[in-house]
């Protein structure tokens, strides 16, 4: 490989010089470099250099522009800046101004020790770290670590240590998990072996049972256990293969499938932010105005779009921008209210609508199929109306209350108009998407004139985006969440599975004394429900929740008499609920999503958070007299 | 553009003439609902369904199965609620034929819609009469019968016991079939046989005592539905196979009964309706009204004539002892795979 050596004569040159050449292999050792992809470090390689340096040469000064990044093989190097005390390197990377795109040097750079060093171009870094960004991000870090004091030397230190404890903490968890994977099936198989439970009842457990520690340990993606009990199932024949595989013929699976890729024709499409806009401009310019407005607005997409991330994607930018345009102080008690009801706005009614979540899909698949053919878009919605507006009362009276202040907000008139503006006549985009949403809806609640179920409407209309060209092939391929309708049909197959073996039935003449509970006294049944799931989920994550509690209650329920539905939607709704941050992914979303202006103050809103949870309860107990009323308990 | 522009008006016309034709294909095909009183768990529910499909696999109808779990549940509160609930699905879905299985989907769902334009109603498993649910007059109702051979369970009987053993007990539980059954059961003429009582019990302990009562009394217990036989007048039902499991175990007396799942659940033998014979009749009147236009007025009502032996050895060495039974029911219910260990 080339190894360029660029002397000058003028200076002494370091006594030893390496023996480095530079190749991938080289540059596939030095921190940072080894996590890019090796096809960007075999780019890197021509054009790299080995300079030689002697003592007192200034390599660049503050200020000049940054064309190159450094990284130290021998010898030494003073960094001075204004901000900071003067900083001697013997290792490591400096220049990094030209790996982060920033114009000029922050600092002057001059050779302490003779030595050598690697040199790496601006205009090839840029490149290379456009594919590789987390790399990028090492660098900016590395450029922030040049210019703190000892204090944050100290910090960053303690940092390494508190991210050493966390990976060590991590493998600690995934070791564990890995035996209780090991152990688990094996007491559940010698547990079992002697039962009524037939043989292939008992193979069935043992393979499930590894598939729920992989869960609950999330020792693999969550599709994976799925895949490994429909794997398992097939190869030792326990249950026919159409049966474990139904999931994946089922209505839900392609219900799902055309919702997520009419979701994506309307985040693509930009008649959300239209929408958005349109809300504001009509709303009272006050907290309550504003904060009821990104509620609604949350509350309108809850259906529309399936995927909770999608709706924080929508949202978050959205926040941070009103935050700004309202004049609130960022961390100030407004601005976390504003966030609040954003958040709840897409996050508190995914239970209320079919095709809010993903995994109410799944749920949606464990029915018996009259309770699907009872159960459309509708009917689902019609029996969740007072657990929503319960919801939606209760958690802006809340938000009113517990974020009392004096705030107001000074919206430029006009702003608005402004925007709208702007962005101009709808586009054909739009009109599709919105075009596509109406005829699923309306196909879905005219199901009673033209008889066609739910899953095929959503079909058709995904058959219209798609010979309409609104859903390219590339976009069909990276936007729909194929793992998950992967672990939809896996997680279907495996209640279908469950009752063909009768294991629900073996189940449910254990669990008598529930079913009988649940009979006898529904607001008791439920709020033990609520606890037991609360308590579940501090150590399980949720659509692992889900699964386990849905595929234990629904057959329970049947058998009892009771409406599965009923169940389901309670088990859907106190599966969101959550206390610690670790526990909402789409809590971390929003966080990680506007990190950079840091809108909100995260204590108070987590604090705000734990009310929320009663709210849900209440939800549950209000809707009881209701579902008496529509005959469904 | 213009290119562009036609072809973007071909796609839609496209589009909608597929919608149209996808639309009017769907609703122009026959649905058929087949709703049954009580649930899947149920073998004779299960059995109804394999003669149903023998006959509507290979239509291409648009069929739903509805299952009202009256069974398992039998108080009031509940089967209204079942009822409605189809009620409301049938109202939405319009099918144009319900296939209505056993009496309580008649009681609760079919007798609404006797004389309804659009609606035609195929009734199997009907232990009451027509006139019960009104049928007797109505325009767009036929269906099948479902009466017990009490004539083959005589002569088995008969045949089986001497002249001085010939004392016969029904038991069962109280349900809307077993009212029925004990209307009929009564009006037969058992003679020679004695029919010493027929008793329906509402509780486990009243079922015991009974049994416990019958005890010396009676030569030969006929055991029909005990499926909804509660622990206490408020309890939970309890189990079918603890039930006969309980009755095996405190009485000696030879048991028959007139459905297989008496054998399924522990029982000596059965002299059963045939659920195929069930299922298989109503469904070929559906297809008939479907495809020929008749109407179920001009359909004769049918009465079920076939019937499956079902016997179980243990019980039967344990038992009936001496007695003998001919070797031809054996046979029989060896044959069509009723013959348990």
């Known amino acids: ?633 | 553009m213009q290119t562009a522009t036609f072809s973007r008006a071909m796609t839609l016309l496209f589009l909608l003439v597929l919608a149209v034709f996808l639309i009017v294909q769907n609703v122009s095909k026959p649905r058929v609902l087949i709703l049954h009183s009580y649930y899947t768990d149920f073998s004779w529910v299960q059995d109804i369904n394999v003669g149903i499909n023998r006959i509507l696999e290979k239509k291409s109808y648009k069929v739903r199965w509805h299952y009202m779990d009256t069974k398992r549940h039998p108080d009031q509160d509940f089967m209204v609620r079942a009822g409605n609930t189809v009620r409301n699905m049938i109202d939405s879905w319009q099918p144009d034929i319900i296939i209505a299985i056993d009496d309580n989907a008649q009681q609760y769902v079919a007798r609404y819609y006797v004389n309804h334009p659009k609606i035609k109603i195929v009734f199997t498993g009907l232990n009451k009469t027509e006139k019960d649910y009104g049928y007797d007059q109505a325009t767009n109702v036929t269906g099948m019968l479902e009466r017990i051979n009490y004539q083959a369970v005589k002569d088995i009987l008969l045949q089986v016991l001497p002249p001085d053993r010939r004392r016969v007990l029904h038991v069962s539980d109280v349900s809307n079939t077993s009212e029925g059954i004990h209307n009929e059961i009564v009006a037969f003429d058992w003679a020679p046989l004695q029919l010493l009582d027929s008793i329906q019990t509402a509780t486990f302990d009243d079922w015991k005592k009974v049994i416990h009562e019958a005890e010396g009394k009676t030569d030969f217990l006929l055991l029909t539905h005990y499926h909804t036989i509660k622990e206490s007048p408020t309890g939970a039902i309890v189990s079918p196979k603890e039930i006969i499991k309980w009755t095996n175990a405190n009485s000696a007396l030879p048991g028959i009964s007139f459905w297989g799942f008496y054998v399924e659940d522990g029982g000596m033998m059965a002299v059963a309706l045939s659920p195929y014979e069930q299922g298989e009749i109503a469904a070929k009147m559906a297809v008939n009204i479907i495809e020929n236009a008749t109407p179920p007025k001009q359909i004769p009502v049918e009465t079920s004539h076939l019937f499956v032996m079902y016997m179980r050895d243990s019980e039967i060495k344990n038992r009936l002892g001496s007695l003998n039974l001919p070797l031809v029911y054996e046979a029989f219910a060896k044959a069509t795979n009723n013959y348990y260990e």
């Open chain 1, 1 to 633: 490989m080339s190894k360029v050596v660029a002397s000058n004569s003028d200076h002494k040159l370091a006594d030893n010089p390496p023996t480095w050449s530079v190749d991938f292999l080289q540059l596939e050792k030095i921190p940072l470099l080894s996590e890019c992809r090796r096809r960007s470090l075999s780019r890197l390689v021509p054009h790299v250099k080995t300079r030689a340096v002697v003592c007192g040469e200034v390599l660049f000064n503050s200020g000049e522009s940054a064309e190159t990044l450094y990284y130290i093989l021998q010898g030494s190097v003073q960094l001075l800046s204004a901000q900071s005390t003067p900083e001697q390197l013997s290792s490591g990377f400096f220049g990094e101004e030209a790996a982060i795109c920033a114009e000029n040097y922050q600092a002057t750079a001059t050779v302490c020790e003779a030595g050598y060093l690697l040199c790496f171009p601006r205009a090839i870094l840029s490149e290379v770290l456009e594919v590789n960004p987390t790399v990028r991000t090492g660098f900016y870090q590395s450029h922030i670590n040049h210019y703190c004091t000892a204090t944050h030397a100290f910090q960053r230190l303690n940092e390494k240590e508190l991210e050493s404890q966390v990976d060590i903490a991590l493998n600690q968890k995934l070791a564990l998990g890995w035996l209780l994977a090991l152990v688990v099936p094996a007491l559940v198989y010698f547990g079992l072996i002697d039962s009524a439970l037939s043989w292939p009842a008992v193979n069935f457990l043992t393979i499930f049972s590894a598939a729920i520690v992989m869960w609950i340990f999330v020792l693999v993606p969550e599709y994976v256990p799925a895949l490994l009990v429909i794997t398992g199932v097939i190869v030792l024949g326990l249950v026919p293969s159409e049966v474990v595989l139904s999931g994946y013929s089922s209505g839900a699976f392609f219900m799902a499938l055309s919702v997520f890729g009419i979701g994506t024709v309307l985040a693509q499409s930009g008649l959300i932010y239209r929408l958005a806009l349109h809300i504001l401009r009509y709303t009272p310019a006050t907290q309550f105005g504003y904060g009821l407005a990104v509620y609604l607005l949350g509350l309108l997409l809850t259906p529309l779009l399936p995927m909770v991330n999608g709706r924080i994607s929508v949202i978050a930018p959205l926040l941070n921008d009103m935050v700004d345009a309202l004049g609130y102080k960022r961390g100030g008690i407004a601005a976390t209210r504003l966030a609040a009801s954003a958040f709840a706005g897409v996050t508190l009614f995914s239970a209320c609508f079919l095709t809010a979540k993903a995994i109410n899909f799944a749920v949606f698949g464990f029915f018996p199929e009259q309770i699907k053919t009872q159960f459309t878009w509708g009917i689902w919605l019609q029996a969740t109306l007072v657990a929503l507006l319960v919801l939606l009362i209760l958690d802006v009276l809340l938000s009113t209350v517990f974020f009392r202040n004096t705030e107001q907000p000074r919206l430029r008139s006009g702003h608005i108009s402004a925007q709208l503006k702007l962005i101009g006549a709808p586009s054909r985009q739009e009109w599709i998407a919105g075009g596509a949403i109406a005829v699923f809806f309306v196909g879905m609640l005219t199901a009673y004139l033209h008889k066609i179920d739910p899953p095929w409407i959503g079909m058709g209309v995904l058959f219209i985006l798609l010979a309409l060209g609104s859903l390219s092939k590339k976009s069909f391929q990276r936007n729909i969440d194929w793992a998950f309708l992967f672990m939809l049909g896996g997680f279907v197959g495996l209640v279908k599975s469950i009752s063909f073996l009768e294991i629900d039935q073996w189940f449910a003449t254990h669990i008598m004394w529930l079913g009988q509970f649940m009979r006898g006294n529904f607001y008791l049944f439920s709020g033990l429900l609520g606890l037991c799931i609360y308590g579940v989920r501090l150590l399980v994550p949720p659509n692992t929740t889900v699964v386990l509690f849905c595929s234990v209650m629904i057959p329970l329920a049947v058998q009892q008499g009771i409406n599965p539905w009923l169940v389901a939607f309670m088990v859907l709704l106190f599966t969101e609920g959550w206390f610690m941050p670790y526990q909402n992914f789409f809590y971390t979303s929003l966080v990680e999503e506007t990190q950079e202006k840091q809108p909100f103050d995260k204590n108070q809103f987590i604090y705000f958070n734990l009310f929320t949870n009663l709210i849900r309860f209440a939800a549950v107990f209000a809707s009881i007299p209701y579902w008496q009323y529509l005959g469904l308990l």
